[in-house]
Structures are given as C-alpha cells and as structure tokens.
C-alpha cells in the first residue's frame, strides 16, 4: 500500500481482542477517536460492520466523506479505504489487533494517503496523528 503520508499509533488495551474488535468496527465509536462526527451511511455485504460497510465523516468545517471496510477478519484485522468524497488520494486504514499474554489487547494502526496540495498530506497526517494518539484509549478498556 503505497502512499507518501503515514500515520501510526499503537495501543494497549486490558480487554482481550474481540472487545476491543466490537468496539472499533461499530462506525459510530469512531467519533470521539477520529475528533470527527461519524453516521453510518451503509451496512456492510454480509455482516453490520463487515466488508462493505459504509461510514459518513465530518471533521471541523471540511466536507464529509465516506470510508468503506475494505477487509474484516474478526478479532484481528479491520482495512478501510476513503470510498467518495475527500481531497486526499490513496486513503486507507489498516487495524491489526493482537492478544497480549496477559489476555489484553495491542492495536497497531496504520493510515496512509496522499493530497493533490502540496504540504495538505502532511498537515493532515499532523492532526490525525494527534487525534488518534489522544482518542484511541477511550475507546475500550
């Protein structure tokens, strides 16, 4: 997955992998992580939160736009893409999710993408690594 702009933060959580999974492919959680106001826009093929799955997100003044899961093996991993409506270019998020020894879980999340603008990749990686850093822990315990 080729992009020039990457945001990675990693997490630990005391709850065991299918807690923290539950909580971080139901759309609406995603909110006060992200620092953005999230609905869902589509359910996915098979499954709620599955592949196909579809979130609206608005953050700050900037148009909305739509992330679509991409890949959902539960308990493990959860991959988006921006599917419609955003300036950046090569939009995706990768969730891997691995159980500790002491039954808790570690995130390891990644997102990648390009802007059109020069420097808008970088600034937009800036805010998003601050938001996430800052918000990741209140998703679970």
Partial sequence: MPTPQ??????????DP?????????????????GAKIDRVKDGDTSRNGVGSTRSLKIGP????HETTTVSEPNTLIEYAISQGSPLKGHWGRQVL???????????YTI???APVPGLA?????????NIAKGIGRLAP
């Avoid at 990675?8 to 005391?14: I, K, L, M, P």
């Avoid at 970088?122 to 601050?130: C, E, N, R, T, Y």
């Fill in 6 to 15: 990457r945001v990675h933060v990693t997490h630990t959580y005391r709850s």
């Fill in 18 to 34: 299918a807690t923290v999974f539950a909580k971080l492919s139901e759309h609406e959680n995603l909110g006060p992580v992200l």
């Fill in 62 to 65: 900037l148009p909305a736009f």
């Fill in 98 to 108: 691995t159980q500790t020894t002491d039954g808790g879980t570690l995130l390891d």
């Fill in 112 to 114: 990648g993408f390009d």
């Fill in 122 to 130: 970088a600034l937009v990686g800036k805010i998003l690594q601050k």
